[in-house]
């Protein structure tokens, strides 16, 4: 969700390296155990959403109000909720998972990396 301050200064969209691309991974997984059993995984999927704020988002979904991070501020109030509130999320949580998925595999795909200056 951070963007370095001289990426927009020069109007380049930073992309994510593979190191985000691991932060958002885990936090994927955290997420959806926390909501296979949001008890037990609470913790494991708040500490992954604190880390995963740090990561640079994928090209596109920089925007406040996408599921990323959507996830991560859930993930941020997930150990305040009561039970009751995070059962209620479970569905949320699982269709954001398949969206996030289905960007991060997008990303991963070869030959869609470039150099973060490069013309083409």
Known sequence: MMT??????????PRPSDAHIRLLRRLLKR???????PVKNAKPFAIAADKAAK????????????????????GKRFLLLTFVQRMDETTNILARIRACEAVLDEA?????????YADN
């Not at 370095?4 to 969209?13: E, I, L, M």
């Not at 990561?55 to 859930?74: C, E, K, M, T, Y």
């Not at 991963?108 to 973060?116: H, K, S, W």
Request: proline share 11%.
């Open 55 to 74: 990561a640079i988002l994928p090209v596109g979904h920089q925007h406040p109000g996408n599921d990323f991070s959507w996830l991560i501020r859930l």
């Open 31 to 37: 997420a959806e155990g926390a909501a296979k059993d």
């Open 108 to 116: 991963e795909a070869p030959g869609q990396r470039r150099l973060p």
């Open 4 to 13: 370095q301050p001289h990426a927009k200064r020069r109007g380049v969209t």
